[in-house]
C-alpha cells in the first residue's frame, strides 16, 4: 500500500536552533501533503497544506515564517521549524491523499520534537 | 461548536464487550467520512471509510445518518489490542479535513 515515510522519528534541539522534518511518499506522487500538529491528549490540527511545484497554504494562526515548507518533488516534503521555543514542542505529523480523498489518508510515522 | 466532535471517554470495557463510539459534525456539506485509530505516541491509522449504507469489517461496523450529522462505530467482542484512541474524520470538500479529538478505548481482560 501506500507509505509516507517520515523523518526522524524523534528529535530533541535547543531553544532557538531549526529542525527538518522530511515526509517521502515511497511508492506513489504526493502532490499534496498535509503537516498536521499534535499536542498531547488533544487532536490533529492541520498546520499547513504543501503543494508541489507551489507555496505552501497555511491555516489561520500558522506562523509562515516560522514554519517553512517546501515540497519540492513529488514525493517530498518539507517542514522546517526555525528558531525553536519550548512551546513548539510537540508531535508533528504528514500525510498525503491516496485518492481522491475516498479513500481516505496514509499518514507518516509523526516526529516527536522536544525544544529544550 | 466544534466542527467535529466526540466523546473523548475514555471508556473501559471488559474483553467481549460491546462498545459504541458517536461522531456528530456540524458542516452539513461534508462529504467523506472515516473512522482512524490511533496507538499511544503513534501516527493515526485507517480504520474504516464510512459509508450511507452502512459497512462492516470484521468486528467493526460504521453507521453514517446523514439527517442527524453524525457517524459511529461500534465495535463488537472487545479485544485487548483494541485499545487506542478512536479518531472521527470528517472531509468536508477538497482536502479540507477535520478530526475529532479521539475517544479513548481501554480493553481489560
Known amino acids: 500500500g501506500a507509505v509516507v515515510s517520515q523523518h526522524p522519528s524523534r528529535v530533541i534541539c535547543k531553544s532557538g536552533t531549526s529542525v527538518k522534518i522530511e515526509c517521502r511518499s515511497l511508492d506513489f506522487q504526493a502532490t499534496t501533503m498535509f503537516w498536521y500538529r499534535q499536542f498531547p491528549k488533544q487532536s490533529l490540527m492541520l498546520m499547513a497544506t504543501s503543494n508541489e511545484g507551489s507555496k505552501a497554504t497555511y491555516e489561520q494562526g500558522v506562523e509562515k515564517d516560522k514554519f517553512l515548507i517546501n515540497h519540492a518533488s513529488l514525493t517530498l516534503s518539507t517542514l522546517t521549524v526555525t528558531s525553536a521555543h519550548p512551546e513548539d514542542s510537540s508531535f508533528y505529523i504528514c500525510?498525503?491523499?491516496?485518492?481522491?480523498?475516498?479513500?481516505?489518508?496514509?499518514f507518516g510515522s509523526g516526529t516527536r520534537l522536544t525544544v529544550v | 461548536r466544534k466542527e467535529v466532535e466526540q466523546d473523548p471517554g475514555p471508556f473501559n470495557v471488559p474483553e467481549g464487550a460491546t462498545v459504541a463510539f458517536n461522531c456528530t459534525y456540524s458542516?452539513?456539506?461534508?462529504?467523506?467520512f472515516f473512522w482512524y485509530r490511533q496507538d499511544c505516541r503513534k501516527e493515526p491509522k485507517l480504520l474504516m471509510s464510512v459509508y450511507s449504507s452502512g459497512n462492516e469489517d470484521g468486528r467493526f461496523t460504521a453507521q453514517l445518518n446523514r439527517a442527524s450529522q453524525y457517524i459511529s462505530l461500534l465495535i463488537r467482542d472487545s479485544k485487548l489490542s483494541d485499545s487506542a484512541t478512536y479518531l472521527c474524520v470528517v472531509n468536508t470538500g477538497g482536502f479540507k479535513t477535520i478530526f475529532g479529538a479521539g475517544t479513548r478505548l481501554f480493553v481489560k481482560a
Open positions: 500525510s498525503a491523499p491516496l485518492e481522491q480523498n475516498n479513500y481516505g489518508y496514509t
Open positions: 458542516n452539513s456539506a461534508s462529504q467523506s
